[in-house]
């Protein structure tokens, strides 16, 4: 299996409503990233979460780290045209910056 | 903040020959910079290790001599995929590791193409 989960693999919402994307680690984490990718195009740094039980919001984004270190969720409140693309957790287990991947999440907005 | 750079962010080329990607810090130095590899619909998977002033560590299943990498300064990683293949047509990105942040610095990728 996987070292790290990332679910769903495709959500499709609504204009307006809230979501949640989820990151599970097999092993503990030094640090997770989230990052937001349109295919084939560069990634957009969202977050970066180090602390057990830590929170951290963007906009209309927040991402936060379970006190054990080993899951992660990103959650949109009331959600957007311009949230729809592909969103990627990145673990780093060594604190090198050296991250493995999840599979990613596509997101589609509904109008 | 901090900015990396990677030159071409697309390539054609023809069968059988090579391609060079280049990657630099504009800003910092980076003595450790990462290439990953994205498939379509797939995530990015960590291709090497690249260490400034010594050779490349790669991950299991990667052709070293295939996927040549290079980190001569300590601004600048370039990957050369030899002899090319349409197989090898993917995303490449590359990323930098910048001593005392925690934030990996990811460069803008470079889609290559192989006809």
């Known amino acids: 299996s996987q070292e790290l989960e990332q679910s769903p693999q495709s959500l499709i919402v609504q204009e307006g409503k809230n979501l949640t994307i989820n990151c599970t680690s097999s092993?503990?984490?030094?640090?997770l990233y989230w990052y937001k990718q349109k295919y084939g195009e560069g990634l957009i740094f969202l977050m970066m979460?180090?602390?057990?039980?830590e929170e951290k919001s963007h906009e209309k984004i927040t991402a936060k780290l379970d006190e054990k270190k080993q899951q992660s969720s990103l959650h949109i409140t009331a959600s957007q045209p311009s949230h729809a693309g592909i969103y990627l957790c990145?673990?780093?287990?060594?604190?090198?910056?050296?991250?493995?991947f999840g599979q990613g999440t596509r997101l589609t907005i509904n109008p | 903040g901090a900015v990396v750079s990677q030159h071409p962010s697309w390539v054609i080329c023809k069968s059988g020959t090579s391609v060079k990607i280049e990657c630099r810090s504009l800003?910092?130095?980076?003595?450790?910079m990462f290439w990953y590899r994205q498939f379509p619909k797939q995530s990015l998977m960590l291709m090497a290790t690249?260490?400034?002033?010594?050779?490349?560590?790669?991950e299991q299943g990667v052709e070293k001599d295939k996927f040549l990498i290079n980190h001569a300064s300590l601004t600048l990683s370039t990957l050369t995929v030899t002899s090319a293949h349409p197989e090898d047509s993917s995303f490449y990105i590359c990323?930098?590791?910048?001593?005392?942040?925690?934030?990996?610095?990811f460069g803008q990728g470079t889609r290559l193409t192989v006809v």
């Open positions: 979460l180090q602390k057990g039980g």
């Open positions: 092993k503990t984490l030094y640090g």
């Open positions: 800003d910092f130095q980076a003595t450790t």
């Open positions: 990145g673990a780093d287990y060594q604190g090198a910056q050296k991250l493995v």
């Open positions: 690249s260490n400034e002033g010594s050779k490349a560590t790669y």
């Open positions: 990323s930098a590791e910048r001593g005392g942040s925690t934030e990996a610095f």
